[in-house]
Nanobody, 124 residues
Framework: QVQLVESGGGLVQAGGSLRLSCAAS????????MGWFRQAPGKEREFVAA????????YYADSVKGRFTVSRDNAKNTAYLQMNSLKPEDTAVYYC?????????????????WGQGTQVTVSA
């Protein structure tokens, strides 16, 4: 199995940027497709972005399309979420997750492994 640890969260003003990292350990990182999810207070967890094992395909929620970019470096066992033009409604705990399928997955229930989350707060 794989262990995931997120980092890079923090407090930023609206319009600012943050880059989240998800460091993986354990099994071979390139054997896992990755996803990013977020959960705001009082709301359900929602899909943000996903990337395939090789990084060749990505997919985004409409709410972040054009502002967020998901990427990965298999040599560094790390996935990233670059977040630009942040809005107060992006405030949430962000989680990275992993699964072993060969295609994009947007349902959190299909991800077997999760990190502990990192808080992102965007002030108006």
């Amino acid at each position: 199995q794989v262990q995931l640890v997120e980092s890079g969260g923090g407090l930023v003003q609206a319009g600012g940027s943050l880059r989240l990292s998800c460091a993986a350990s354990g099994r071979t990182f390139s054997g896992y497709a990755m996803g990013w999810f977020r959960q705001a207070p009082g709301k359900e967890r929602e899909f943000v972005a996903a990337i395939t094992r090789s990084g060749g395909s990505t997919y985004y929620a409409d709410s972040v399309k054009g502002r967020f970019t998901v990427s990965r470096d298999n040599a560094k066992n790390t996935a990233y979420l670059q977040m630009n033009s942040l809005k107060p409604e992006d405030t949430a705990v962000y989680y990275c997750a992993a699964h072993t399928r060969y295609y994009i997955v947007t349902s959190g229930g299909e991800y077997a492994y999760w990190g502990q989350g990192t808080q992102v707060t965007v002030s108006a």
